[in-house]
């Protein structure tokens, strides 16, 4: 096709939804920018629809197209002219795939990076052959009101398209999905799946194009498909975070490739992607699909024109007055990003401290500490975290199912209101961690769910038990909750400029076999995982039931360092890595033996336990999910250690694995000695007793998730 031609039809298309061309550019679009550079080395196509007039409203689609147009210009090099973008209106099937074929059919050369990216509805229709085929959803789906006829684009017809690009590095990112629930369960996310119409039929322009697609020349291109779920009965579900929602798989993809490196495998990238989205949301997992046969060792640049400047967001713009930045905040870590406070402080490149005064979602607002300031940043600058300001008054949200009565809802607000140091039920404009709710099966018994549905492992409660009997119980619960939530806020792999690694090693046979690692460094470091995922498997990592694990921790920096383990183990409670003070036959101990600090000299390696068959250090029966936080900093652990031995007395088997009582006590204790050995000036303009202030050079803290199977 013309682009003459293509850009009268656009003009026809403009003139039927009521659109002049320069309410087209407003709107932000870039494509007339696009046609005029033919040789462009980097080019994407994002869709993201919003608001369908048949179909509820999603939240996030539009979100997730922003996410991937900062990513791709300030991360991956694109030009912003390269980029086009549907959303909303625009994105009807007609512009959808004339776009396709102009913006990236008529100017991608063999060698060219091409990103095709789709947020929005899923369904299945059915061509009449009885089997159901997968179809994302047009702003347009039925543009023929009181017909059986539908405008949907289907899956096949998409895959036609991108094999018929002329480079090999093609890759799509499908945040949508197909496959529509029978029965509701509870759920904190927005789904993106319409239900199917047996008797809908697809409109015969799309069958004619499809049928095009099928007799042309088939290239040898295979192009690389990221899809927001794995199984058939799962669905994409939009995170809510303050005040903006994203998709599941966009925001988990994005965030991390802002702090990864380009040496980093596409298996191991994308599993770590599949935990995130786990621990966000539940079991919606992401899947990979390529007709080649890709090596396990493909690097993620091979897709992905990484560089090597990670950071965790960049400059968007200088305000009128000169003295204020806006900023972009994509990578942080999105447990990390919902609690992240004012007054944090974020580095340029160029030394440059900023202030953030105020923030909106991933949009900061900051001023320069230093009023002296010669040299203004530059749009498209990254920025680098300097201190972390956290608040002290966080909690467990929780959000009740819709499915609860309004009776019952009147009693959990409140029941809850007498635990609010603990748990709340989340507010519209809070970020949920948790859904109260109904078992589905039998609903006179209540439990606690995951957002994305997924009941937390020992949390129902007997039949005909009362809705507040059943939140007293879960307390506890809570209680080891929020703890984990409070040590994943340490989360800093990404920041932390206190250079470590740490290996996670499978004792099963004689000699450890490394499993995980994770370091600060900030230069390429090779990717090592313990039975790593064919290409086409995207799982987070896992271990078998009844391994024996150990870890290797090693201090690169110049300064001793202090340790601390603590993590959820597979029955999702608290334990602790905590040694005792050895004392010798002859000495007498004290009546309750003190906790030892575990300290790692300058350019030494440790080993927990140090190859010794000692109890507590063997992985349960039973499948689930685990979380390890390895915490390094460079001074002592007091407050943790004090917290840990109230609750430990003295026994006969006293073992360094073992449970922890009061696992809330001893995250908040940890949050303060990490407080205590930044030694931030107190000019920072923060109250130390509603915040912690947290310094990047002071602690590293590694998280350590997987599945036991």
Partial sequence: MKRRKFLQRISGLLAALGLAETQWLSLGNRYYQALAQPNSRKLALLIGINQYPQSPTLAGCVNDVELQTELLINRFGFAASDILTL???????????????????????PGDVVIFHFSGYGTRVNLGTGILQNAIVPVDENNLPGTKSRNYLLAETLLLLLRSLSTNQVTAVLDTSYYYPSESKPTGLRIRTRPELSLANLQIE????????????????????????????????????????????????TQYLW?????????????????SMYQLGGKQQPSLFSEAKKSPNALIIDYFPLDNLKSIGVVKAIEEDGKTVKLWLGGLPPQVLTNY???SHLTLDTGTELLIKS????????????????????????????????PRNIHINVALDQGLERIERVDATSVFSGISRIAN??????????????????????????????????????VGEALKVAVQRLTPKFSTLLASKLWQLTENQGSSRLPVRATLEIVNNILPRVFMVKD?????????????????????????????????????????????????????????????????????????????EILIPPGKTLKIPDNQPIDGWLIPTGYTFCEHQITLSTAPFTETLTA????????????????IVNPLEVAQALLQDLHNASQVKTDINVNPTDTYVLDVNNWASLNFSFQVV
């Fill in 87 to 109: 959303t909303e209106e625009q994105a009807s099937r007609k512009f959808i795939e004339n776009a396709f074929l102009d913006h990236l059919g008529k100017q991608a050369k």
């Fill in 259 to 275: 702090e990864t490196t380009p040496a980093t495998t596409i298996p191991v990238f994308l599993s770590s992607v599949a935990t």
């Fill in 206 to 253: 799309e069958l004619e194009f499809l049928s095009q697609l099928k007799t042309q020349k088939s290239l040898t291109n295979n192009p690389l498909i990221i899809n927001a779920t794995s199984q058939l009965n799962q669905q994409a579900g939009e995170f809510l975070f303050s005040n903006w929602s994203a998709g599941l798989l966009t925001y988990a993809l």
């Fill in 520 to 596: 600060t460094l900030r230069t390429d470091s090779k990717d090592n995982i313990f039975q790593t995922p064919s290409y086409e498997e995207i799982a987070m990592p896992t271990i078998p039931v009844g391994s024996r694990w150990q870890y290797k921790i090693e201090n690169l920096s110049d300064r001793p360092i202090y340790l601390i383990l603590v993590g959820l183990n597979n029955s999702q409670n608290a334990f602790a890595f905590y040694p005792w003070e050895v004392f010798y036959k002859t000495d007498i101990p004290p009546s309750k033996p003190p906790l030892r």
């Fill in 644 to 659: 840990l031995a109230i609750a430990k007395y003295p026994t006969t088997d006293q073992q360094a694995i073992a449970p």
């Fill in 425 to 462: 039920i989340a507010s519209i404009e809070e970020t949920a961690d948790y859904v109260f709710g109904k078992v589905a099966q039998v609903p006179s018994r209540y439990g606690l769910f995951s957002l994305g549905g997924e009941l937390i492992i020992n949390t129902i409660g007997e």
């Fill in 341 to 343: 406070g004012v007054n």
């Fill in 359 to 390: 923030r909106n979602g991933l949009i900061a607002k900051a001023q320069f500490t230093n009023k002296e300031i010669t040299n203004l940043p530059q749009v498209g600058q990254i920025v680098q975290e300097s201190i972390r300001v956290l």
